[in-house]
DNA sequence: CGCATGTTTGACTCGAATCAACCACAGTGG
DNA sequence: CCACTGTGGTTGATTCGAGTCAAACATGCG
């Protein structure tokens, strides 16, 4: 891979404490690569090869069954995907494929498990990586089976708007089809749920929201740490 | 603890390849406690004090957000839960109750995580274990929003069989308010969805049932091993 | 027996999906 | 420059799945 892109990798939590030589080894037995737009990398039910890491544009995590189809995550840089099938090396659940020209380093399942059992930092910032996304998925099925559809949306758009600095506006990061997906609605739902979020000082323009009366959503969103805060 | 629940411990997957020292030393620092039915053990948002192992009867995982209250998962013998919050040091995402008489050991979060630290073995464990935990909830985010209802109960009742022999009958391992709330939806729907199911072959009995039509049952509910194998 | 709990049924309401049409806009090519 | 087209988004009408409320029913227990 490109040394540029060596500094950027290592600072990854997931790789930040390890030992210079595990990273070597891994960095040794890593691809890079870029792929266009809307390329499916990985399809649910596949054996899991690679570990992936974002380190441009973006990725969707999706999933199949019964004719339907959901998203399940949006992958930033820099994060990465599908790190519980390696472990486990069992077969990847969800499918995943780029939103946007991306770069991606794959890191074969092999090398990454062998790292994990020779570097006990290593191991330990894989312990705080898989924790943090069973709790990040907890908070997901907890949103999807506690709230309504209007609910969600508005803890959302707190959030984003939190995320973006809090003054008031806040841009959507995808397209609106791709956030109803996420949010566990249809496109359409999604724009009535907009429509009823009007009276509470939401107004949309493209991919532009305006929060113009923060407490009145707060009020309906009824946000809750332990769904929304990313953090914890 | 007492001395002949030791190798019930030691044999939980979690506990198996750690070293005998770190054994002890988590033991050494562990409190046995039986708790009646129905007591909350824990509550969501609390600090992570303790890792709990289920030894004897069961604990529900539920979880409460505007004003509504959803079951995420049961815990059988022998069981942990809320692992993820102790190894990240954050508050619980979900609360916990008995659902029969219990005998729980609990494990102070500060010396688990020092067994971690310490223990090669026992940190590998800790990774499969969370990388199951991690895949489990990823199943249940994906059936439930890829599954209508009635698909979700027409799946659990065949998961359910094939755990109990697959000989044509099932006893429900709980009650069904308790069964709805795991499968997303209210027991008056959960009723409605039995009878949605009789001209498939299910006929219900109290907490019996039997499917009189195994072909026509999987044509409806289509089980998909991505979302219903427990194993991988 | 009387009472409590859990379950079922029925009538109704509500949230959300579906189907279809329409609109806005960007990109293309005449 | 303007029609043509494809895409993403919105709107309306309708259907459907699911929740709510209320009542009936079953079961088990003191």
Redesign the interface.
């Known amino acids: 891979m490109r040394s540029a892109d060596l500094p950027e990798v290592r600072s990854l939590h997931l790789f930040q404490t390890m030992k210079e030589e595990t990273f070597d080894s891994i960095v040794k037995a890593a691809y890079f690569q870029t792929f266009p737009d809307h390329v499916v990398l990985i399809e ?2 596949e054996p899991a090869d690679f570990l992936y890491v974002v380190i441009e544009g973006r990725v969707e995590l999706f ?4 004719g ?3 998203s ?1 995550a949006m992958v930033s840089p820099i994060g990465t995907f599908i ?3 390696v ?2 090396d ?2 990847y ?2 499918s995943a494929r780029t939103c946007q020209r991306s770069r991606i380093l794959m890191i074969p399942a092999e090398d990454l498990r062998a790292a ?2 020779q570097d ?1 930092a290593f ?2 910032a ?3 990586e ?6 990040a ?11 309504t559809g209007v ?1 969600r949306l508005a803890n959302r758009l707190l959030r984003y708007h939190h995320d973006q600095g809090g003054n008031g506006s806040l841009s959507l990061p995808y397209d609106k089809r791709t956030l109803a997906s996420l949010l ?1 609605m249809t496109p359409e739902n999604l724009s009535r749920a907009f429509n009823t979020l009007k009276p509470y000082g939401v107004t949309v323009d493209g991919g532009t929201v305006r929060l113009h009366d923060l407490v009145a959503l707060e009020t309906l969103a ?1 946000p ?4 929304d805060d990313r953090r ?1």
């Open positions: 649910e039910g999933a199949h069954a019964n339907r189809e959901t399940l790190l519980a099938a472990l486990k069992a077969p659940l969800m994990v059992d006990k191991a330990a894989i312990i705080r898989l924790a943090s996304c069973y709790r998925v907890v908070k997901d099925h907890k949103s999807l089976k506690l709230r609910e566990g009824k809750n740490s332990l769904i914890i």
